[in-house]
């Protein structure tokens, strides 16, 4: 047996998913630009981005909590 969700339900479930994907995909390039950064004077902004990932991190993994 198939369950009917209703649409408005249907409808925030999509966009958490959109929100969700939007952030991965986020962390995705920063993650990417973590790895090209390297180089004594890029140090700083390793850092910078490290913090920006862990902080992405946290608000996908609260948002999938939330989404279940």
Sequence with gaps: ????????????????????F???KQRSDLEIELSDSKGIFKAKRRSE???????????????KVRSN
């Design 49 to 63: 981005l490290s913090t920006e990932i862990a902080g992405l991190e946290e608000r996908i993994a609260r948002m």
């Design 1 to 20: 047996p198939s369950l009917s969700i209703p649409s408005e339900i249907y409808q925030k479930l999509q966009e958490q998913n959109k929100a969700i």
């Design 22 to 24: 939007a952030l991965e």
